[in-house]
């Protein structure tokens, strides 16, 4: 608006095509309902595209319009108060974001809720199973003298094959095309037998155990055994025991590389070890301690003791013990005809091995193998180590672990564990908490020598 002095006079622009509407051309100009103005050429494509109602309306004479100006003049005017906090009115429509964000929140809602209506819907014929925790066929849909039928997720019916009594034979028994108890028709019956996935677990432990340790076929031969003889009559237990006169067939060794282990009554001969301990002069490193006739280490980092006896040219040793804490090994020291090596159980609660040898020949039992949980805390376990002039040997708990064959040329001892005496045996632990209820040793050749 421009204005001199304190006349004024209006100019116009045209809302659709933003051009001035000069004076000439003021009487052709339209003035719109919300006070804008448009010229002549935009008021007349309005005037055609508005409905016939609006037009009609719009034709009118009014009080203004029968002045030269069509559009009146602009009168000042003061804001209508309108209450505090609320907007003033725009005259527009709410925004298309708007409009449409609000649809998505609606068509989302409305499919919610037939998803939540489709689900709380049950299957015609199994609201009673469900209530009452049991799974069985729908309600039969036959009369007497017809095929059962049992009615599909789809709607349609499919004949079980299963009659009614009324239509079976006099004198039959039982009914034909029967379908098992509890399944629908067309639906596979359920197989499950948790014997035989048991037993095939069972298969692939051993067969992971043959390819993770090659060469303890004891091992390998153990656990297929223990298929075979719990889980016999299934697929598994009758492929393990092939196994087992295939690549598990351990082969024909002489006694004198092989010895068996000798009888229970036969360590009535031995020779008690623990009785001439005395842990004041035979401790080596820790602290070991005598009580009620039991020798316990503890947790040092190699506890270590030495006792006063060198053992005969062959003989086996038993020990027996309980690990009372942590989880880690236990040394048997031995030697052989005055070549010392140790027998390892427990390290990690999983490795056991004879150290540190050097084979003369192939073996039927590994030097070293990987039991996991080789053996639990606080229960007896018993271990028998075999010295023989060919070969050593090694058993836990009445079964064979480890074995060797080896020359005397072949036997040798880590010096750290070098005890005091050459020759004599002893114990070492790796910080954890041992109890050794007995030492044995049964002379085979020879005889062994106290030192005190």
């Known amino acids: 608006m421009e204005t001199t002095g304190v006349s004024c006079r209006i100019i116009h622009f045209c809302e659709k095509c933003n051009r001035r509407i000069p004076e000439a051309e003021m009487g052709d100009a339209r003035r719109l309902p919300d006070g804008q103005a448009v010229c002549g050429g935009c008021a007349a494509s309005l005037a055609v595209a508005a409905p016939s109602s609006q037009r009609a309306a719009s034709e009118r004479v009014s009080p203004e319009r ?70 069985g066929p729908p309600a039969p849909t036959h009369g007497p003298g017809e095929a059962a039928t049992t009615r599909r997720p789809d709607g349609a019916d499919v004949s079980t094959g299963v009659a009614s009594p009324s239509s079976v034979p006099t004198g039959a028994s039982g009914t034909a095309n029967s379908s098992p108890r509890g399944t629908d028709a067309g639906e596979k019956p359920d197989t499950y037998d948790p014997r035989r996935e048991t037993s095939n677990l069972l298969l692939g432990e051993a067969r992971r155990f043959r390819a993770a340790n090659p060469k303890d076929l004891f091992g390998y031969r153990e656990k297929l055994e223990y298929l075979c003889t719990n889980f016999g009559g299934t697929p598994a237990a009758e492929e393990a025991r092939a196994l087992m006169e295939s690549e598990a067939r351990l082969p024909e060794l002489p006694d004198e590389r092989n010895p068996r282990p000798p009888a229970p009554e036969a360590w009535a001969n031995a020779v008690q070890i ?4 005395d842990t004041g002069k035979d401790r080596v490193s820790g602290w070991w301690k005598m009580e009620n006739g039991r020798l316990r280490s503890d947790k040092a980092m190699w506890a270590m003791i030495g006792f006063p006896y060198v053992p005969p040219e062959e003989y086996d040793v038993r020990v027996v013990f309980e690990r009372i804490e942590n989880d880690d090994c236990l040394l048997v020291i031995l030697s052989r005809r005055g070549r010392p090596f140790i027998f390892s159980i427990g390290s990690g609660n999983r490795h056991c091995s004879l150290e540190t040898v050097r084979e003369s020949r ?53 010096p750290s564990l070098k005890l005091p005496k050459d020759g004599q045996v002893g114990l070492a632990t790796w910080n954890s908490v041992y109890e050794f209820q007995s030492f044995e040793i049964l002379p085979v050749t020879g005889s062994g020598t106290l030192l005190r």
């Open 274 to 277: 623990l009785p001439t301990v």
């Open 362 to 414: 192939a073996d039927i039992l590994p030097t070293k193998t990987v039991r996991p949980n080789i053996f639990p805390n606080r229960q007896r376990v018993e271990i028998v180590v075999q010295v023989r002039r060919l070969c050593l040997r090694a058993y836990l708990n009445g079964k064979a672990i480890v074995g060797c064959q080896v020359d005397d040329d072949g036997l040798s001892l880590n």
């Open 66 to 135: 029968a002045s030269r100006s069509a559009i009146p003049a602009a009168q000042p005017s003061r804001p209508t108060a309108r209450a505090r906090g609320v907007p003033a009115a725009t005259g527009r429509g709410f925004p298309l974001p708007i409009v449409a964000g609000l649809g998505v929140l609606a068509l989302t809602g409305i499919a919610i809720g037939v998803m939540w209506l489709g689900s709380s819907e049950a299957p015609a014929g199994r609201t009673s199973a469900r209530k009452s925790g049991t799974v």
